[in-house]
């Protein structure tokens, strides 16, 4: 059986044009504070709920404007800038999107599982301990698994 040529094309990513990227990387900038302020709040709760593991929860644009690193160790928390963070380690958690739209989601004014199936933010890692801390934070209202 013939397929035709239409059918056997692989769909094409989409990445904003050369000339889109200083604007989309200006966008995320001004979405850092925001990101830092909600990440902030999420770490105390978190930490005085005992729920975070030694090492990093990274989150960034993947814009090339930059992230933040929320690591705990036995010494405290704190949030760092992604290229301050001193760990070499690979993060237990990676989410990866515009930062507006991450600290929404952390503040529970976005849906956090409509965000991830409408493409809106990319997460890695241990998707379990992502469901706790968001199971914590009301940012999901039922466990991913």
């Known amino acids: 059986m013939a397929t035709s040529k239409a059918s056997a094309k ?9 000339a889109a990227q200083p604007k989309l990387e200006a966008q995320h900038r001004a979405g850092m504070p925001a990101l830092h ?4 709040s999420a770490g105390d709760i978190l930490a005085a709920a005992k729920l975070l593991r030694s090492g990093r929860i990274v989150v960034h644009s993947g814009s ?4 933040l690193a929320l690591e705990h160790s036995e010494g405290g928390t704190r949030l760092v800038p992604l290229d301050a963070s001193e760990s070499a380690a690979p993060p237990h958690v990676e989410v990866i999107g515009d930062p507006r739209r991450i600290a929404a989601i952390v503040r529970g004014e976005k849906d956090a599982r409509m965000q991830f199936f409408a493409g809106g933010i990319r997460v890695r890692g241990d998707i379990a301990y992502l469901s706790e801390i968001g199971m914590k934070l009301g940012f999901l209202d039922r466990p991913l698994i």
């Not at 302020?37 to 902030?40: D, P, S, V």
């Not at 090339?64 to 992230?67: F, I």
Request: hydrophobic share 35%; charged share 20%.
């Open 10 to 18: 692989k769909p094409t990513k989409r990445v904003a044009s050369p």
């Open 37 to 40: 302020a909600a990440l902030t």
């Open 64 to 67: 090339g404007a930059g992230g």
